[in-house]
């Protein structure tokens, strides 16, 4: 998660302090990935330090306030225009968990995946109900529109990888039945190969032995 630059795109629309800068940040995302305060500082002293941002005053109350720069605005197209790379996906603790799984000694791989789709369909059905609340919100027209919006947003992408989630929980499990079925059958194959020798053959008959009268090869015709 770039929190640097979501505090870029919140200081394009003014200045703002640091709480503020916090509230704002969770209200586009509902709180999705929550900040505190401390960590929304020491994102600002590194781009101040970077020349991104600048301190600009203080509000009534006392709030030193911040700023955009030049070379805040630009780092902030960049990131826009830029696609987020996928060719180094993040660490998934699932997708871990489960490759860790396998052959583990005492662990019901397939109790594992069915724990996890329960919990991740109640989860999509949890972003579901919040997604219907935002587009009532939207459809209300509300203060908070622009808000909403991002929200309806961020809800979305969440429901759509819960959605994903499952059908991936899915797959691995019959994946896993039928690699286990695969090596049954291998394994009564093997067994079969294996099995009681077969008796030995018989040694093939001998002819008997030509009597005198008998010529030992044919005549010529």
């Known amino acids: 998660m770039s929190i640097r630059h979501g505090l870029l795109a919140l200081l394009e629309h003014g200045p703002r302090y640091g709480s503020q800068l916090r509230s704002e940040f969770e209200s586009r995302t509902g709180a999705t990935w929550p900040l ?15 020349g991104m941002v600048a301190q600009n005053g203080a509000d009534e109350a006392g709030h030193a306030l911040y700023v955009i720069t030049e070379g805040g605005r630009a780092e902030l197209r960049n990131w826009f225009e830029t696609p987020v790379d996928r060719t180094s996906p993040p660490r ?31 989860a999509m059905q949890d972003y579901t109900r919040l997604k219907a609340q935002a587009l009532a919100a939207i459809e209300s027209g509300g203060a908070q529109e622009r808000d909403d919006v991002a929200w309806l947003l961020v809800l ?9 989630e499952a059908r991936w929980l899915d797959h691995c499990e019959v994946r896993l039945i039928r690699l286990s079925a695969a090596a049954g059958r291998g394994a009564g194959r093997s067994t079969a190969a294996t099995g009681p020798a077969a008796a030995p053959s018989p040694p093939p008959a001998v002819p008997p032995a030509p009597s005198a009268s008998q010529p030992r090869y044919p005549s010529a015709p």
């Open 36 to 50: 505190n305060v401390g960590q929304v500082y020491t994102t600002l002293n590194r781009l101040e330090r970077d």
């Open 156 to 164: 979305e992408q969440l429901i759509f990888q819960t959605e994903a």
């Open 92 to 122: 998934d603790e699932l997708a871990i968990k489960l490759a860790m799984a396998v052959g583990a000694p005492g662990v019901d791989i397939r109790g594992v995946i069915q724990s996890q789709r329960h919990h991740t369909l109640k």
